[in-house]
């Protein structure tokens, strides 16, 4: 075991548990970068802490990586596969602490190198009377083929908890056939329990998860759900369903990345659910069930992993206590890649860890070495709810740049008064600028075969749309040019069959495309979650747009003519730039002699160059109502 002051937890970019603490943090090892090889089990023992020490938050962070696998087989981290983290207690109880699912990692997929990293970060604080002295902990891989790597730790910060857990109940776990001649019901019973003394709260968690496939898709992939039952009557339904898996922040991936599950999404955790059991208190004897949809599979291909406990609490240990739980932009934590590079506005999540309602917080934020600011939050928040925060927007953020910047936001107030645990109030990001981009560009849009699915917006710091291209026709060439005023914008892409511009899966949709280029150059901006159309529902790029250094002319004709490629050999495309499209485009050689001519209705049109000779060609185009000439040369070199 490691102790270490937890400002050392910012260094590593672990925004979930970077709170300046009253006390060191304990940092436990467990499996340290192991390869998962193997279908199953995979064991480590380690020494926890005593449990002479209270903490306010205890964490696994879990990394994923990859290694080269020997012999080189056909798949090596390739597929999507349950990833279970269990701790193995004394007593023979064998408890869940987390679930993922990896994603279709291949090394040609631009997020995922040979190289790369990824963060899953589990709050097991609830576990913590379990996570003391010498323990198992177990990764359960269920997997087919290898490549994976894996390093397991945890981090226990040192506080007061928002409430005391008196005691926990198992409940079920396993993975159980759905729709078959034994319906899962038999196996996930109702369980007759007793409230400890001193409960004032108890809640059920339940994990759960669909695999498998019949005739129906099922469980992968068809929507179900269960229900929660308390003493015999429902208190609560549940789809067990994901259906933002084209929004996925692990993304694109090499595989059906897109595709919504049975409660989970390829490359993200299994979060779990929260039911309260109202009612249950000290000494209460009560019963806790659920029971899945009904269901007959045609062939008993289907069935779900399922894990469920019931936690027991005391009194809140504080009755004003909000906790700031994480910076989600400035960031550059992987998962929080859609919500960055941040051109301008904060993005917190707060949590209520107290007792009472939360109807205001005093917030103090800035780039480190700026300007503090200051903004009032109103609304409601009970206890244990989260919400996320946008806080307004800050010059230092927009002037940033390069990727060493760090932001720094704290709970100054809640309620009007202080706080009464300061040790959750602060936390520390790190992150990259976004991009600057100048006052007039040129964006150019192809929507593929389902033109009605994809649109583009710009949008200002206050949310008004700057402009916009929707309504498009499929495979057709639109170049807008957009001017704006120096601030904060968010080009926006959406896209309703979260299937992106271009996807493997689905070579029907055809390939779109869409560039921003300053005007009169032909090189187009990064788009950071472009990724050549493979993004799924969207994705946003936040830019800063700034006077230029050099003399920009934003006033200039709104029309103008490009060749690309130029120097050509076998094709080219003239592009019209601004408001002007339809006329007529001439090419001449050097004796005047019109060797190509075309009306033209799109900004974009390539002509084949191939039967002509090597020299120079003029370029003239005029508007059809005559009020625009353009000319350009084009250079044939083969």
Known sequence: MKRLLTAFLLTLGISYNSHAANGDTTWVQAHSDIWLDHYGAHDTMIAFPDGNTSYRRVYMIWTLGKYQCPGSPQYCGDWDYTVNTYLLT??????????????Y?????????WTWKQRYIFDVTDYYRLLKDSATVRINYSGYSWGFTAN??????????????????????????????????????QKSLTAPNNTQFAEMKFIVSGHGADQNYCSEFCKKYYQVKLNGSQIDQKDMWRDNCGKNHMYPQSGTWIYNRGNWCPGDIVFHNTHKLNGVTSGSNFDVDVDFEPYTSPNGGAGFGVYGAVFYYGAYNHAKDASLEDIIAPSNHETHFRENPCGGKPIIEVMNTGADAITSMKI???????????????????SMEKTKITLPEIIEIRQATGSSNSFTAKILEVNGGADAEATNNQLKSY????????MAVRIQFKANNIPNETRWKIVDGLGNTVAQRVGAAANVTYTDTV???????????????????????????????????ALGVLTSYPLSGYFGGDF?????QEFTAYWSTGVENVNAPTTGI?????????TTTIELTGNKVDGNIVLTDMTGRVVWQQKVTTSATTINTSAFSNGVYNVSYQAADGSTRLQTKLVIAK
């Open 483 to 517: 001017a704006f005023g120096p601030g904060s914008y968010k080009f926006i892409v959406e896209d309703d069959g979260c299937d992106g511009l271009s996807w493997w899966a689905n070579s029907a949709a055809g390939s779109g495309t869409i560039f921003v280029r």
């Open 364 to 382: 103090e934020y800035g780039v480190d070495g700026g300007a503090k600011y200051t903004h009032t939050w109103t609304g409601s928040l009970a």
């Open 536 to 540: 799924g529902c969207g994705f946003t």
């Open 431 to 438: 992150f990259s600028a976004a991009p600057k981009w100048p």
């Open 90 to 103: 004394k007593t023979g109880d064998t408890v869940e602490l987390g679930r993922y699912i990896t994603p």
């Open 562 to 570: 490009e060749l690309y490629p130029n120097p050509a050999t076998n």
């Open 152 to 189: 397991v730790k945890f981090a226990f910060v040192e506080g007061t908890p928002a409430r005391n857990v008196l005691g926990i109940n198992r409940l079920w776990n396993g993975y159980f056939n759905y729709g078959g001649a034994t319906p899962i019901d038999n196996a996930v019973t």
């Open 105 to 113: 990692a291949n090394a040609g997929s631009p997020r995922t190198p």
